[in-house]
């Protein structure tokens, strides 16, 4: 029973941290995504990110296995410190990130965004 939480909330953890890796390398990277295998040109990129799930269950296995010691209440623990850690980056990017665009706003809507960025790049952020 001990084993199966554990499995169940390191798998968890782990699924999410594939899929962040996965939307970083999607979207910053500009790699086709996991999703991209479902379609008919799908490449070894895409291949490569969806194979990213089963690799971290994997590692789950493997770090399970060497942390056999550990109490279910140490990996809690440890658990809930990796879900502060991730909230908190999530709080301060969503808090930086709307910052940046209510200034791109502010300046866009004040018609200073084109003496600052370029004419350009103005036309390009409407």
């Known amino acids: ?15 999410m941290l594939a899929f962040l890796i996965n939307n970083f390398l999607t979207i910053g990277g500009g790699l086709p995504g996991a999703g991209a ?3 008919d ?13 089963p690799i971290m269950i994997v590692g789950v296995f493997f770090l399970l296995k060497s942390r056999s010691e550990k109490t279910l209440r140490e990996d ?10 991730f909230i908190r980056c999530a ?3 969503v808090l930086i990130v709307g ?5 791109i706003s502010f300046l ?13 790049l103005t036309k390009e952020l409407g």
């Open 76 to 85: 809690s623990r440890l658990i809930s410190s990796y879900n502060t850690v």
């Open 1 to 15: 029973m001990s084993y199966s939480i554990r499995l169940f909330g390191w798998s968890m953890l782990a699924l």
């Open 41 to 53: 040109g799908a490449g070894a990129l895409s291949w490569l990110q969806a194979a990213l799930y």
């Open 99 to 103: 910052l940046g665009d209510m200034i």
């Open 108 to 120: 866009r809507v004040e018609g200073l965004l084109p003496a600052i960025v370029g004419e350009e």
């Open 91 to 93: 709080f301060w990017a």
């Open 37 to 39: 295998i479902l379609s």
